[in-house]
């Protein structure tokens, strides 16, 4: 029986990918390591910055010593499109607020660093609903590895085989199925719906029930 429901935030609960996309470029353009989309796509997306910044070095040879300002720069600039562009999106709180009212741990865990999911989730008119948010910050391995839901699932002091987690790239469903958990893998943001989440519960306690 699933008693939580994990969230990754960007590209499920937020519509962000492009917006660290902008941000990390935004940094990067001053010393002229801009990275193109399709790149950024097939080889960045949902990794932490601070990964980010070590394949650039790896790749493009960008200076290590220049990390430090170039996150801090695309941390500032994650929180200024943040601000323009996050808003509250009623099929997610209609989601959050069910599940919450159905008895269900809810928690977000994100790569992103602890301000910015505190702030999304403010803005997004989520976190008061959320019991947990686990960042990058939180733990020793980002995803693709799957401590940040082993630590919420810990927490939770429940089951892995009794959480589902939402996610919706590579880096996050590899991180999510090494936990152990059920896994609901969406596309978009708009695909996260309560008869959605409610279908993966469901199927997830028939599966139990069968083995
Ligand atoms: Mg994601």
Known sequence: MIKAVLFDMDGVLIDAKDWHYEALN?????????IDRDTHLASY???????????L?????CPVKLHGFLNQLKQMYTMELAYARCRPVFQHRKAVNRLKDEGYKLAVCSNSIRQTIVLMM????????????VSNEDVSRPKPDPEMYQKAIRYFNIDPTEALILEDNDNGVQAAR??????LVVGTPDDVTYERIRTA????SISADQR
Do not use: C, W, Y
């Open 45 to 55: 997306d949902g990794l932490p910055t601070r990964t980010k910044l070590n394949i």
């Open 57 to 61: 070095t790896k790749s493009r040879g």
């Open 178 to 183: 090494a936990s152990g958990a059920h896994v």
């Open 26 to 34: 935004k940094a990067l353009d001053i010393f002229g390591m801009a």
């Open 201 to 204: 519960i469901d199927a997830a």
């Open 122 to 133: 403010e803005l997004a008119q989520l976190k008061e609903n959320m019991d947990l948010l």
